[in-house]
């Protein structure tokens, strides 16, 4: 990066945590449910499979980098974007992702339990944020779990729901008064579309819906191959001999992205598990792999039951 660049990106970056930590001072700790992470490091060369969705982000990336293309043709840039699909499939890198391309600060906001924690105050929260946002700088707010808001106010106490409610107002107020040439985008994530509240979906609220599916045989081998050059490039050497993809994503249906990067730590694991017990672990081989997919399936049938009640 040029130091001119670097020096302007680092007085954003300080105003920005100035801003944090203004609103901190509003509203208390923010703690986990309002993190800034600047312009994240994710690329979406780091992003495996998903073509139509990585198709659509690089759409949107022109949309947040240049508006002003939208207005010349007559029609409005996106501002409202919600990823779907099962967990752990990509949709926070795909949302880091479009920040990196569009050279836009990232500000994660994580929706579930956040109308409990502000209450009344949940709305002013938004404003205050969306206010923040306004100008030519680039900035993309993330909402995470976007369904835990009106999931408060279906299921949860009394205030709870009386607050989701209110917060969900707050939220489409905002977004419809982002202006077009505004380079700012508000992107959402759920992995449960059917709980999403039907008033945050249509023209001027969340309008660009991607799906962000499960990955199919190939997909599989892409994002290991993803997994595995980041691995590599972090030792600073090769730590996979070549390996026989047809057979690991045979054992691997129904798994995700997110399935596969936790199959692949454990394989590093255990190789340094065995260096440190004076072994010589040799480089990952397929049959590594396999014996610690055949331990996580396990591990992962077990987890899936606690979560979706299959016990009672
Ligand atoms: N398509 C993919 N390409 C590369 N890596 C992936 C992909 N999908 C998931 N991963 C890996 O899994 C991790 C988790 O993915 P991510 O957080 O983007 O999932 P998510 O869809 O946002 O999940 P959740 O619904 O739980 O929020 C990533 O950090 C990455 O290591
Ligand atoms: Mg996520």
Redesign the pocket.
Known sequence: MEPITRRVEEITLRRWEDFLSSLSKRFGPLSGKVVFEGIPDVSLR?????RSAKREVESLVLSLRRPDLYRRWGTKPIKGVLFY?P???????LAKALAREAGAIFFHLRMRGIALKWSMETGDLFQELFTAIRGNEGVVLYL?ELEALAFERTFGPEEARGTSRRAINALLESLEGLDAHERAMVLA?T?QPDAVDPALIGPGRFDRLIE?PL?DGEEKQE?LE?QQRKAEALAGRPLFKALDYDAITARTAKM???DL?EIVQRTLEEKARLEGSAHDPGLVETHDLLRVIEEYRKIKEVVEKIRYGQYL
């Open positions: 780091d992003v495996g499979g998903l699909g967990p752990a499939t990509g949709k926070t890198l995470d994530s992995s962000v990955p994002i993803i995700s992205g997110g990067h």
